[in-house]
């Protein structure tokens, strides 16, 4: 009896956990801010928007630098653009814990940081080295660092395994491409910068179009671009060839706003927003919705999500997104499902018994589906979809269940 009420007990215990389990998002401030020594930096992370790239991304690692080490790089005065560029040089696309910091496979590792992942790193720049050294120590250099390793491991400041790992190094790491000089906002080509960070398509497709100065127009007095990746671009190219020369035209707008617009807002600002194809009874407007990390762009006839960002500093923000942008005053409409009709007074008559046994007709092909075909072109069979991304602090339903019936079993043995 005692072995059963143990059992029984850890059943409950064990469905309670499962019960009350998330999967939350980690918060690279929330975690540093508990932390003192690493105020400076958390501040850096945050003012460079850097924060949100780290906490939309999962097997991570933070290599932070305490206060005292980070007076160096405040030593250099370097623009906020730049200063990004060398704290995401600091960020590891890749989980190091302590543990596995000291069983490097070999004695030592290459990882890639988001430094590299933004395109602005040239050959090997945006790695770094990791090597386990003689006397149980660990160092990092970069990977064309010619010296000797500059910083080394200090410690483990918090582990997520195998989400986020944030530790202490002793240093800044040294890089001068991460460091040069880099433009703001209002000095860039916005093509150019679309070009080299996955929207190529869209920005060859706004060149060509008038659209292209009224965004450039816009950029002094802020602006926010929502630019649709290569593939869902190329994707899109047939229904934007179907439009007329007016309607491609409010298609490029439509993913402008004419005010700056930080990923910090979108997050906290929810609702409807007026594009740069707005124009009076036109709306051509979006609404914004957050969920967690992630902030979707809903129209009438699509929902897209914000997967990347390109620059978020005044008075300029651009995002990625995984999906192209269809505005109702261009696209028909999904179509609102009709209510299964009430069944036959006769359903129980025998013809009716021997027909309820028959396979119900096939449905009608999604090629003849209007949702995201030119209000005034032809339909086809690529109709977007909007999906339900499965982010950071949903509810588990699947451990709920597994969780209720193993409480409804420990119970039974208590009886």
Same mark, same amino acid.
């Given at each position: ?130 090597? /386990? =050294?003689? *006397? %149980?120590?660990?160092? $990092?250099? !970069?990977? @064309? ?9 200090? &410690? ?61 127009? /816009? =950029?002094? *007095? %802020?602006?926010?671009? $929502?630019? !649709?990746? @290569? ?9 934007? &060839? ?65 997967? %990347? ?107």
């Amino acid at each position: 009896m005692k072995l059963l009420s143990s059992a029984a007990a850890a059943a409950v215990g064990f469905s309670l956990a499962l019960l009350l389990c998330t999967t939350e998002a980690h918060n690279i401030t929330r975690i540093l801010a508990k932390h003192p020594q690493f105020s400076t930096f958390n501040h850096y992370l945050t003012t460079t928007h850097l924060a949100y790239e780290i906490n939309r991304r999962q097997t991570i690692t933070v290599c932070a630098v305490d206060n005292a080490g980070m007076s160096d790089l405040l030593s250099k005065h370097l623009s906020i653009y730049a200063m990004k560029n060398v704290l995401s040089f600091h960020v590891l696309l890749d989980y190091f814990g302590a543990k596995k910091l000291h069983q490097i496979t070999n004695g030592t590792a290459l990882a890639a940081t988001i430094f590299q992942a933004t395109g602005s790193a040239s050959g090997s720049s945006g790695f770094v080295n990791i090597t /386990n =050294v003689k *006397g %149980g120590k660990v160092v $990092f250099s !970069p990977a @064309d660092y010619d010296g000797p390793p500059p910083a080394k491991f200090i &410690k483990s400041v918090e582990e997520i395994p195998y989400n986020i790992s944030v530790i202490q190094i002793s240093t800044i790491l040294p890089s001068a491409e991460a460091e040069a000089p880099t433009p703001g906002p209002s000095q860039m080509n916005l093509t150019s910068l679309m070009s080299a960070h996955g929207c190529k398509v869209f920005a060859e497709t706004l060149l060509a179009s008038p659209a292209e100065k009224t965004f450039e127009d /816009n =950029v002094d *007095g %802020g602006l926010t671009i $929502f630019c !649709p990746g @290569d593939d869902a671009m190329k994707n899109f190219l047939p229904k934007f &060839k179907n439009l007329t020369a007016d309607g491609k035209q409010s298609l490029l707008e439509y993913h402008g706003v004419p005010i700056y617009q930080s990923i910090s807002s979108l997050k906290s600002n929810n609702g409807v927003m007026n594009t740069l194809a707005t124009d009076g009874a036109k709306k051509y407007d979006f609404t914004v919705q957050n969920d967690g990390e992630d902030v979707t762009l809903k129209t009438k006839v699509v929902t897209a999500k914000i997967t %990347g960002t390109l620059v978020d500093e005044q008075p300029l923000a651009i995002f990625s997104l995984d999906k192209v942008l269809l505005p109702k005053e261009l696209f028909k409409a999904a179509p609102t499902p009709a209510p299964a009709p009430a069944p036959d007074a006769d359903a129980e008559s025998p013809k009716h018994s021997k027909d309820k046994h028959k396979s119900p007709p096939a449905p009608e092909s999604s090629a003849d589906s209007p949702a995201d075909s030119p209000a005034d072109g032809p339909s086809d069979d690529s109709a977007d979809s909007t999906t339900d991304d499965n982010g950071a602090g949903r509810y588990n339903a699947g451990a709920s269940l597994t969780a209720v019936f193993s409480i409804w079993f420990a119970f039974k043995l208590l009886m």
